[in-house]
């Protein structure tokens, strides 16, 4: 099983991104599913995590207001949407899954975001 993370990119601050993860086996909806974000010479964060079936959603109050988190079961695929993005958003961004809340199992391969300001 691998998850596969994409749509990472140069934006300029205030502008939007969607990332998107996609998980390769059958057991997607089995998973809690996380995005991480890694900045340059700090520890990896959790961004936002949303339960099996989305009725559990929590985020960093870094992110609340600005990010969505969401996922669709039937393509296997996890989003996050980042609206009104700040220089310090700027990171590598990793999705996660686990099959119990708050223990990370797999991870993605990561997809860079850098806001310019």
């Known amino acids: 099983v691998q998850l596969q993370a994409s749509g990472g990119g140069l934006v300029q601050a205030g502008g939007s991104l969607r990332l998107s993860c996609t998980h390769s086996g059958s057991t997607f909806g089995s998973y809690v599913m996380g995005w991480f974000r890694q900045a340059p010479g700090k520890d990896r964060d959790i961004v936002a995590t949303?339960?099996?079936?989305?009725?559990?959603?929590e985020y960093a109050d870094s992110v609340k207001g600005r990010f969505t988190i969401s996922r669709d079961n039937h393509k296997n695929t996890v989003y996050l949407q980042m609206n009104s993005l700040k220089p310090e958003d700027t990171a590598v961004y990793y999705c996660?899954?686990?099959?119990?809340?708050?223990?990370?199992?797999?991870w993605g391969q990561g997809t860079l975001v850098t806001v310019s300001s």
């Open positions: 996660a899954a686990g099959r119990v809340w708050n223990q990370v199992e797999l």
């Open positions: 949303i339960g099996w079936t989305g009725g559990r959603i």
